[in-house]
């Protein structure tokens, strides 16, 4: 069983930058590629970025690419979000989530079928 613990979630200015990161435990292997998904409070969950455990390729949501870079390190099962220009609506949990499906396939949509879930990291991005 996969289990994904997220870190580095707070409270930032707008403008400002913070850097997730979350971790995969337990029966890891190459099959999972990891990404991340928020939801705003009261808004339906969405997809923010990806990676292939495979290749490497990413995938954005919309808007996000540019501000927001995903990153991973395999030998660590680790997956990192930086977000940079951060605005208020950005505020949100931000839930790593992890599937056999190559993330570039991912979408918001998606997220309902995504095999594991972690316990998710509030982001407040204040005026």
């Known amino acids: 069983q996969v289990q994904l613990i997220e870190s580095g979630g707070g409270v930032v200015q707008a403008g400002g930058s913070l850097r997730l990161s979350c971790v995969a435990t337990?029966?890891?292997?190459?099959?999972?590629?990891m990404g991340w998904f928020r939801q705003a409070e009261g808004k339906e969950r969405e997809f923010v970025a990806g990676?292939?455990?495979?290749?490497?390729?990413?995938n954005y949501g919309d808007s996000l690419k540019g501000r927001f870079t995903i990153s991973s390190d395999n030998a660590k099962n680790m997956v990192y979000l930086q977000m940079n220009a951060l605005k208020p609506e950005d505020t949100a949990v931000y839930y790593c989530?992890?599937?056999?499906?190559?993330?570039?396939?991912?979408?918001?949509?998606?997220?309902?079928?995504?095999?594991?879930w972690g316990q998710g990291t509030l982001v407040t991005v204040s005026s």
């Open positions: 989530g992890a599937d056999p499906i190559p993330a570039t396939s991912w979408y918001s949509g998606y997220g309902r079928h995504l095999e594991v």
């Open positions: 337990g029966r890891t292997n190459d099959r999972y590629s």
């Open positions: 990676i292939n455990r495979s290749d490497g390729r990413t």
